[in-house]
């Protein structure tokens, strides 16, 4: 999940607010314009812009292979995914303003650290085989959460990742073909892919947030439809998902835990490491310092440009006033 | 002779929840006018539950006979579209 953690308001049961639930109850959307509870806005952008956020520091791992990506083709390919997540946190951005928050405000929260991304992003991309692993693990963990964040009551969002979910599908896949191709490969390829899974296998269970029973911001957020799911239905959806696929790749989940349950119908498995989790979160996980150096930099770096581009539009309006 | 009004762009919401989209123009001499009389002749059989008017003058597009040109880079760029790679069927829906 790219939003964890998320705070919420309380609804304070006026007239105005259960005019407001009723509408949500019957599905009809929320638009920028429409009367909203304060808690409502309040958690909406916070969730987009960790979600926002996420999407700009996620370039960052996988940027990291850019230059050494093994073929000119998965270069071109990895270099494409990491122009859409740009886009994404572009559409994502751009939701959240809708809601009265500036985007240099956001970009601002997230420089000096106060606004938080997903926890995933903090783990580094060690090998060639980690694009295989985050494609197909991090983005199939994400997409699993966007699919029925397409319905979020919201319009904005839920547009938003209607549009991500279409254009995600080709990360996730890129990222098996990687792992499939390096499966199929030499025995060190296949150790490659095996180490990947390895390392990425628990921080991916971790981005779908703390289990339910310590999840205290997720009821509100359902009772809003601003979330539809629980944190452990889409984890244990996911493992679901994944561990045939492993299976197929001849792969070993790093979890001994995992059993086939036949009268659930799912995979029983272990349990992730919060603390692991919430010292990332807190801002102690193995990048995250890297992370920010890395996003304030750009920010830094790219200031005498953004600001030649303000000059030149200024300069341009100015001649056409004058022609005029 | 009176002044000729602008020409408005008219963009619609069909349903509560899909993005407005543009369903043609019409002249008004301001944009209150143009909101009114865009609700009296584009959603006289219930077409919208929201309308935006942008004054057509102000709307900004690439030249059409740059088309081409503009718009060719994605062309090769096949790898942008997930039926590019080949998962075999038995790995299931990806």
């Known amino acids: 999940m790219y939003a964890q953690l998320v705070e919420t308001g309380q609804s304070e049961g006026t007239e105005q607010e259960l005019e407001f639930q009723a509408k949500i109850d019957r599905g009809v959307r929320i638009e920028a314009n429409d009367w909203m509870p304060e808690g409502y806005r309040k ?15 996620g370039q960052l791992p996988e940027g990291n292979w850019i230059t050494r990506a093994p073929s000119l083709q998965r270069k071109a390919i990895l270099l494409a995914k990491v122009q859409d997540e740009a886009g994404h946190g572009l559409y994502l951005y751009c939701a959240a303003e809708t809601l009265g928050i500036s985007r240099d405000e956001m970009t601002a929260q997230l420089l000096s650290g106060k606004a938080k991304y997903s926890s995933i992003f903090n783990y580094p991309t060690l090998t060639w085989a980690d694009m295989g692993a985050v494609g ?8 699993m959460n966007q699919v029925p964040l397409q319905r979020c009551s919201y319009g904005p969002y839920s547009r938003a990742m209607i549009r991500i979910c279409k254009e995600e599908s080709f990360h996730q896949r890129q990222g098996f073909d990687i792992m499939r191709q390096l499966c199929q490969g030499t025995d060190d390829q296949k150790a490659m892919a095996q180490d990947a899974l390895n390392r990425w296998w628990w921080p991916s269970l971790m981005m779908f947030g703390p289990s339910d029973k310590d999840s205290v911001h997720s009821e509100q957020s359902m009772k809003w439809g601003i979330k539809q ?29 995992l059993k086939w349950n036949e009268e659930k119908g799912g995979y029983d498995f272990g349990e992730p490491d919060w603390s692991e989790f919430f010292e990332v979160i807190k801002g102690n996980g193995p990048c995250n310092r890297d992370r920010l150096e890395a996003r304030n930099k750009a920010w830094d770096d790219g200031e005498w440009f953004r600001d030649g581009l303000t000059a030149h539009a200024e300069k341009q309006q100015q001649h056409n006033i004058a022609a005029e | 002779m009176s002044k000729e009004w602008p020409l408005w762009e008219i963009f619609i919401r069909g349903q509560h929840g899909l993005s407005h989209r543009h369903v043609g123009s019409l002249h008004a001499p301001d944009a209150e006018m143009a909101l009114k009389n865009a609700r009296d002749v584009y959603t006289r059989r219930n077409e919208g539950v929201s309308i935006w008017v942008v004054e057509s003058n102000k709307i900004t597009a690439f030249d059409p006979d740059a088309a081409e040109h503009n718009f060719a880079a994605p062309k090769s760029k096949v790898y942008r579209h997930p039926t590019f790679f080949d998962i075999p069927e038995d790995v299931g829906a990806m």
């Open chain 1, 136 to 143: 197909w693990l991090v983005d199939g963990a994400a997409i």
């Open chain 1, 229 to 257: 799911n629980t944190n452990d239905e889409l984890r244990q959806k996911f493992v679901d998902q994944t561990v045939p696929q492993a299976e197929w790749l001849g792969l070993t989940v790093p979890d001994p835990e």
């Open chain 1, 43 to 57: 958690t909406l952008i916070r969730q987009i812009g960790q979600h926002a956020h996420s999407e700009i520091v």
